[in-house]
T-cell receptor
């Protein structure tokens, strides 16, 4: 069966520090991969999605970047965090067929 | 641009009640619609996925309907339980790739 792993679960980082969040998927190949952010009191915002290795689409210009070095690995990064980067970050994957999303357990990022 | 709204924003009901959560979307050209549940501080759990050609899907006490022409979906929860307390989100996709989410309905079921 397919599983999705996301880590760390919580993270407290100072302003200006770098960020690396990792997401991996098991039990499937060539999935679509997504990074979403959920800010306090707001809905889910799509940040990046990827349809293949090295293929990244950005939905919102910002302080963040994403990479897909392997088929089932999706990484969210920042060189210098801002206070506004605080939020709940969710990774999701989806098969190429007519199926829905499966989400990871999320990372709570607090920038101080 | 697709926009998704959910009514009500919050709902509090006594245990055992049947309830309906509403989801509306502005562009009826959707590929499919998905309902999720989110517990506080947790990720999203998929509840039901409705393909664009379907009218409804059922899973246990949950039933989701889809009316594409009117841009609406409802999630019906029968015989609600305290364990149903969570935020419920609906999401639609125009192309089967990227989903647009509603803001969610926060449900509290009181024992």
């Amino acid at each position: 069966s397919q599983t999705i792993h996301q880590w760390p679960a919580t993270l407290v980082q100072p302003v200006g520090s770098p960020l690396s969040l990792e997401c991996t998927v098991e039990g499937t190949s060539n999935p679509n991969l997504y990074w979403y952010r959920q800010a306090a009191g707001r809905g889910l915002q799509l940040l990046f999605y990827s349809v293949g290795i090295g293929q990244i689409s950005s939905e919102v210009p910002q302080n963040l970047s994403a990479s897909r070095p392997q088929d089932r690995q999706f990484i969210l990064s920042s060189k210098k965090l801002l206070l506004s980067d605080s939020g709940f970050y969710l990774c999701a994957w989806k098969d190429r067929g007519n199926y829905g999303y499966t989400f990871g357990s999320g990372t709570r990022l607090t920038v101080v | 641009k697709q926009e998704v709204t959910q009514i009500p924003a919050a709902l509090s009901v006594p245990e055992g009640e049947n309830l309906v959560l509403n989801c509306s979307f502005t562009d009826s050209a959707i590929y499919n619609l998905q309902w999720f549940r989110q517990d506080p501080g947790k990720g999203l759990t998929s509840l039901l996925l409705i393909q664009s050609s379907q009218r409804e899907q059922t899973s246990g006490r949950l039933n989701a309907s889809l009316d594409k022409s009117s841009g609406r979906s409802t999630l019906y929860i029968a015989a609600s339980q305290p364990g149903d307390s969570a935020t419920y989100l609906c999401a639609v996709t125009p192309n089967g790739q990227n989903f647009v989410f509603g803001p969610g309905t926060r449900l509290s079921v009181l024992p």
